[in-house]
T-cell receptor, first 110, second 120 residues
Framework: QKEVEQNSGPLSVPEGAIASLNCTYSDRVSQSFFWYRQYSGKSPELIMSIYSNGDKEDGRFTAQLNKASQYVSLLIRDSQPSDSATYLCAVPVTGNQFYFGTGTSLTVIP | GAVVSQHPSWVICKSGTSVKIECRSLDFQATTMFWYRQFPKQSLMLMAT?????????EQGVEKDKFLINHASLTLSTLTVTSAHPEDSSFYIC????????????????FGAGSRLTVL
């Protein structure tokens, strides 16, 4: 089992819809969780962090964390074509390492 | 917010030459930086962990004599691709670990903009 797993997609949603991206992790002691967005040909950029169970909202983005089920999700409301990118889930583990999922490719169709 | 500067953003070189890529943390000190390689439409692949003042830790299958990493200061790590060949052509990305400036203060990564290497 990989340390961080995501559906690779591609995920397509129409403009204005909600895009839902999911991530599961294996290390039960993980305490912090991050979502990065990577546009084609660019490097990843941090868009959300979440540390506590429940929801965290930032504009059109909502991160959801369920430590008991070991999953973290990202919801994008009112999806825009500019949201089309690959979304990476990242989980720091003990020591120096960060584990990244393989990413979910999202396409928002105008 | 935290800023990581990476140079050059793109480089074209002849086969057999060496190329150096710099990664700088501009407004924070980074004891740990990471180097990744990414081929088109593929996932990030961690190459090595760069630790200030000590030797880098390389991932399995990454040749340390080919990909030289130096982290001589708290704000600069360099990756040198020695004797580059066309198969080394890729997108190289660095990241620096630092404290999240939010309430939690957990470790977080900020990425440089990446360096696209083309070896002819």
């Amino acid at each position: 089992q990989k340390e961080v797993e995501q559906n690779s997609g591609p995920l397509s949603v129409p403009e204005g819809a909600i895009a839902s991206l999911n991530c599961t992790y294996s290390d039960r002691v993980s305490q912090s969780f991050f979502w990065y967005r990577q546009y084609s040909g660019k490097s990843p950029e941090l868009i959300m962090s979440i540390y506590s169970n429940g929801d965290k909202e930032d504009g059109r983005f909502t991160a959801q964390l369920n430590k008991a089920s070991q999953y973290v999700s990202l919801l994008i409301r009112d999806s825009q074509p500019s949201d089309s990118a690959t979304y990476l889930c990242a989980v720091p583990v003990t020591g120096n390492q960060f584990y990244f999922g393989t990413g979910t490719s999202l396409t928002v169709i105008p | 917010g935290a800023v990581v500067s990476q140079h050059p953003s793109w480089v074209i070189c002849k086969s057999g030459t060496s190329v150096k890529i710099e990664c700088r943390s501009l407004d924070f000190q980074a004891t740990t930086m990471f180097w990744y390689r990414q081929f088109p439409k593929q996932s990030l692949m961690l190459m090595a962990t760069s630790n200030e003042g000590s030797k880098a830790t390389y991932e399995q299958g990454v040749e340390k004599d080919k990909f030289l990493i130096n982290h001589a200061s708290l704000t600069l790590s360099t990756l040198t691709v020695t004797s580059a060949h066309p198969e080394d052509s890729s997108f190289y990305i660095c990241s620096a670990k630092h404290r999240d400036r939010g309430r939690n203060g957990a470790n977080v990564l900020t990425f440089g903009a990446g360096s696209r290497l083309t070896v002819l």
